[in-house]
């Protein structure tokens, strides 16, 4: 990725890589600056803010993710739903809102399973978020090749049938 950032410095798809691979790794402050890094190169690269409330949630900084996640909110409605559920339920709530609403807008949702099943993780559903992570496992989703190591995951990883689906997915410890 160094390589491909030396190549052509304003590659979104560069800077996100470094960040989301960074992510997966645990170097939390490494992601986080080549994502900050991209969002001052282009601010409309979407793909960045989810990854980026991801971190600051994994950091620890529910404030930060919070911001990051309600920054680009455009719907006045959407806005307030976060908000309370922010203010209810802190930022677990946040991830457990975006769940729902995944559910809820995708009349396909099973293509966004994967994404759904780590709201439901971080929300405390672990019966749900299993569910859609075996759904995700059906339909052969690219994010389950990052499954045994995701730290969004980590509630997840004494259930047996995390496990079982890891070891499906073709991880051997």
Excluded: C
């Amino acid at each position: 990725m160094a390589r491909a950032i030396e190549t052509d410095p304003l590659s979104g798809v560069a800077h996100w890589h470094v960040g989301y691979v960074n992510m997966i790794l645990r170097h939390y402050d490494t992601a986080i600056a080549a994502l900050e890094k991209l969002v001052i190169l282009d601010p409309s690269y979407g793909p960045a803010y989810p990854i980026l409330f991801q971190l600051y949630f994994l950091k620890g900084d529910e404030t930060r993710s919070f911001e990051v996640r309600t920054n680009r909110v455009n719907s006045a409605a959407w806005r307030t739903t976060l908000e309370n559920a922010y203010r209810t339920q802190g930022i677990r709530g946040v991830f457990a809102a975006e769940a729902e609403e995944e559910i809820r807008l995708r009349g396909q949702w099973r293509v966004r399973a994967y994404r759904i099943a780590e709201r439901l993780a971080v929300s405390g559903d672990t019966e749900r978020a299993l569910q859609f992570l075996e759904l995700a496992y059906v339909n052969r989703s690219i994010g389950l090749s990052v499954i045994a190591a995701h730290p969004l995951f980590a509630s997840l990883r004494a259930e047996p049938r995390f496990q079982a689906l890891v070891k499906k997915v073709g991880f051997n410890k």
